[in-house]
């Protein structure tokens, strides 16, 4: 037999065959990998990974709108349609499609009821799909061509909060989300970082946890949301300086991670590949290092209504001879246990372009879409 040529060539073509299909460090050795309790293709709803991908419009989410629907959003193509299906969560049978001309996004408040947001503003929807309201947005004046406003919801999904800039100002509303009435407003000449799409930030009902706008983030600070918040320019010593910010954990090496608040009164911190459960006031509950290279953490926590469990999602970065962009590459979810303070399940997949991540209210069952996939599983008690 004859020897290997360790060159410069053999070398990276093991390290990208590694890379793409393995080692899967998310189960351990001789683990039985879970088993859901109902799986479907979405492909036969007209959704096609490399198609959205190739087309940049590679909007597909699932979510739980109760304990007993689930609920997955997606476009086809550059099309403006938003589709959905509603599924019983624990049979995966279907219980209604629904597509909304014109709209661009899909999200649950509480016990059934949920919002779509179309050209002209929002509608709340009942759980049996009647339109209850409809809350006009003007963006005549947004601050930015392709942006005027974000939406989110608080941890219990009661509370609604818009995000919008004009040419002047950023505004921050606060929404009954059952009568979409206002219960709160604040308008500030300097950027609000506070969004769901902007990774550095979390809020809950009354605080903002944010990183600052730093390139090598290193501390998590919390404030209120009715005091001014700090503008994309500010740093670590801007915040330090101002009362309405106090630091609540700082750490010497590495990066400080994504803050999301699982609760009003606790926040997961997700690192590189480090998970932190932390109270509002900086004491910290748990930490799980247990990912590894070349393995690591990829966006925020997500929580369950009340905050009993969360889950996390793991990546790696794939290299750049496929089809796709040179992006992370989904591989796998671990979901843990808030007041056990520790994983209690893993699952893990072949690589995925796409992915996205539900729990129940009830914090029972966990949904993951990966590429053109559903899984759901019953998490055990």
């Known amino acids: ?67 007993r629907v689930l609920t997955l959003a997606y476009h086809i193509g550059l099309e403006h349609t938003l589709h959905t299906i509603f599924f019983e969560a624990l049979t995966g049978e279907k219980r209604a499609v629904q597509s909304w001309s ?11 009821s949920f919002l779509v947001r179309d050209n002209d503003g929002l509608a709340l929807y009942s759980p049996g799909l009647e339109r209850l309201r409809q809350l006009r947005v003007d963006c005549s ?14 941890t219990n999904g009661k509370v609604i909060f818009i995000n919008q800039g004009t040419l002047s100002s950023f505004t921050l509303r606060k929404l009954d989300a059952d009568t979409l009435g206002q219960l709160g407003s604040w308008t500030s ?37 009715d005091r001014p918040w700090p503008s994309v320019s500010d740093s670590r010593f801007v915040l330090v300086a101002d009362p309405n910010w106090h630091e609540i954990y700082h750490v010497k090496r590495g990066l400080i991670g994504l803050p999301t608040f699982i609760v009003d009164d606790s926040i997961a911190l997700c690192g590189v590949r480090s998970v932190l459960l932390l109270r509002t006031d900086g004491t910290v509950l748990f930490e799980d290092h247990t990912v590894r290279w070349p393995d690591y953490l ?42 056990g303070r520790k994983a209690i399940f893993k699952v893990d997949y072949k690589v995925a372009w796409s992915e996205s991540i539900a729990l129940s209210p009830d914090a029972t069952t966990l949904a993951v879409q990966h590429g053109s996939s559903l899984d759901v599983f019953r998490l055990p008690e």
């Open 1 to 67: 037999m004859r020897p290997i040529a360790w060159n410069a060539l053999t070398c990276f073509v093991i390290a990208g065959v590694v890379a793409l299909v393995g080692p899967f460090r998310i189960l351990a050795s001789g683990t039985v990998r879970p088993v859901p309790l109902w799986h479907t293709d979405l492909q036969q709803y007209g959704y096609d990974e490399k198609k959205s991908w190739r087309e940049g419009m590679n909007t597909v989410s699932v979510a739980f709108t109760s304990d």
């Open 102 to 112: 014109e709209a661009s996004e899909f999200l649950p408040t509480h016990d059934g």
């Open 141 to 154: 004046r947004q601050r930015y061509a392709n942006w005027c406003y974000d939406i989110w919801a608080s």
């Open 189 to 225: 000449q300097r950027t609000f970082l506070g969004t769901p799409e902007n990774d550095r930030d979390s809020i809950s009902n009354e605080k903002i946890a944010t990183t600052g706008n730093n390139f090598n983030p290193k501390s998590l600070y919390i404030g209120d949301i």
């Open 298 to 339: 990829v966006g925020k926590a997500v929580g369950s209504s009340g905050g009993r469990r969360f889950a996390v999602r793991v990546a790696r970065e794939r290299p750049n001879f496929s089809d796709f962009p040179a992006e992370p590459a989904f591989i796998g979810v671990v979901v843990y246990d808030s007041g």
